[in-house]
């Protein structure tokens, strides 16, 4: 098994290169809200990386197992005050299964496009279903397809544009597949593979898990969810 796109090089400079997403105004909303969904219960965190939510959940008491495919992101994780008390399994976090049950299950910042294939992302559901304790809540993170955005007869997005460094995303709109590729000065060029999913998508992938839908916001802190809104955060309930 190896890290898959997110290996030493990449670890090394996760958090740096995201380092928007670990301050404390991202972080805390989205901490206050998995805290209060996991109770006095334990969490389970898919793609758990570098710790960025995992690490100050469980400084509210909150027993955090994780599942991750990258080892190199583990142990920036171990590296960290807290790192080395946290569980984690090395794995798909598709598939990989735990011991024991879980109150929440939860997948941050658009990992569940790491998952390639709509079977994989069902599968997901699947495994998070048969970990949760009845009642329990599996979150998801992730952004609406931006396809709104894109000119007619085009399937190229930018989103970051400087004198140094270009990104944009590639669409393929049969498969839902989608890529996002780096060119930065001097550095290799980096292409990493998603697949896009609607959220109504997703409630039907719950469905066949045996979960049902609970409560969808636009963002952390439970803004209402619109037909403009660029992301959400689904909470589904195992009955």
């Not at 569940?112 to 069902?122: E, F, P």
């Not at 559901?125 to 952004?143: D, I, S, W």
Request: net charge negative.
């Amino acid at each position: 098994m190896d890290d898959g796109y997110f290996g030493g090089s990449v670890a090394a400079n996760y958090d740096e290169s995201s380092a928007e997403m670990f301050a404390p105004r991202v972080v805390e909303p989205a901490v206050d809200f998995l805290a209060e969904l996991a109770g006095g219960g334990r969490a389970l965190e898919l793609g758990i990386g570098t710790g960025r939510i995992a690490l100050p959940l469980a400084q509210r008491g909150i027993d955090v197992h994780g599942i991750e495919l990258s080892r190199a992101m583990v142990e920036r994780l171990r590296a960290k005050p807290g790192g080395d008390a946290l569980g984690v399994t090395i794995g798909d976090f598709s598939a990989t299964r735990v011991d024991g049950s879980f109150s929440l299950a939860y997948l941050v910042f658009n990992t569940i496009m790491n998952l390639t294939t709509q079977d994989a992302q069902v599968e997901c559901f699947r495994t998070v279903a048969a970990h949760l304790e009845p009642g329990g809540c599996f979150v998801v993170e992730v952004g609406v397809p931006e396809l709104r955005k894109l000119p007619p007869g085009q399937n190229v997005l930018p989103f970051h544009v400087s004198l140094t460094r270009w990104a944009y995303d590639v669409y393929e709109f049969a498969t839902q597949a989608m890529s996002s590729n780096y060119v930065q000065q001097g550095k290799d060029f980096r292409s990493i593979p998603f697949r896009y999913v609607w959220p109504s998508e997703l409630d039907l992938m719950a469905r066949l898990a045996g979960l049902r839908l609970r409560e969808r916001w636009q963002d952390w802190t439970r803004e209402p969810f619109t037909d403009d809104s660029e992301a959400h955060v689904s909470v589904w309930e195992k009955p």
